[in-house]
T-cell receptor
């Protein structure tokens, strides 16, 4: 158990819908990362927040957005869902923001778009 | 595009044998990390090696880094059935604040 929690574990929805994925980082970790893992694209970095501020951006679509709240939990919002958005979405956390830091991954949310 | 690429894509060996996985990357890096992922689960950090290090050990794991060849290898000695998983290398690009993961090597340890 990494100490990172993600809810829900599974999510099934229809195209065009909007969903919110939630992540609680490990106690004491200030940085949160979101990743998307799919069979064809592999593990793709989406976005990083550090202490409430956006720190780095990866291959995140405009239909996706995220935020980190004052209690440091984070939410990833996916809207106008398409079939291709079906994937495992992971949240990870680390103490600091830099790439030297070990990242602790949550169990993931499996999103299925029908 | 992927910064790191693992080789082989899949590896199947007998329990007790050593497993070697390789990772190649394209641009200069600050560090390289290896992660393990059991089927459908979150990734677990294994080891981090900095660009000025050439070799690092952790238990049955040995990681090497050759920055001149832009490559790294992960050696798992005396493999066990519990080592069955996918292994990913992750690299940063100098100046970038993100890790980029390779496609992974799927390792199967046969009893």
């Amino acid at each position: 158990d990494s100490g990172v929690t993600q809810t829900p574990k599974h999510l099934i929805t229809a195209t065009g819908q909007r969903v919110t994925l939630r992540c609680s980082p490990r106690s004491g970790d200030l940085s949160v990362y979101w990743y998307q893992q799919s069979l064809d694209q592999g593990l793709q970095f989406l976005i990083q927040y550090y202490n409430g501020e956006e720190r780095a951006k990866g291959n995140i679509l405009e239909r996706f957005s995220a935020q980190q709240f004052p209690d440091l939990h984070s939410e990833l919002n996916l809207s106008s869902l398409e079939l291709g958005d079906s994937a495992l979405y992971f949240c990870a956390s680390s103490v600091y923001a830099g790439v030297y830091n070990e990242q602790f991954f949550g169990p993931g949310t499996r999103l299925t778009v029908l | 595009s992927q910064q790191g690429e693992e080789d082989p894509q899949a590896l199947s060996i007998q329990e007790g044998e050593n497993a070697t996985m390789n990772c190649s990357y394209k641009t200069s890096i600050n560090n390289l990390q290896w992660y393990r992922q059991n089927s459908g689960r979150g990734l677990v950090h294994l080891i981090l090696i900095r660009s000025n290090e050439r070799e690092k050990h952790s238990g049955r794991l040995r990681v090497t880094l050759d920055t001149s060849k832009k490559s790294s290898s992960l050696l798992i000695t005396a493999s066990r059935a519990a080592d069955t998983a996918s292994y990913f290398c992750a690299t940063d690009s100098q100046g970038a604040q993100k890790l980029v993961f390779g496609q992974g090597t799927r390792l199967t340890i046969n009893p």
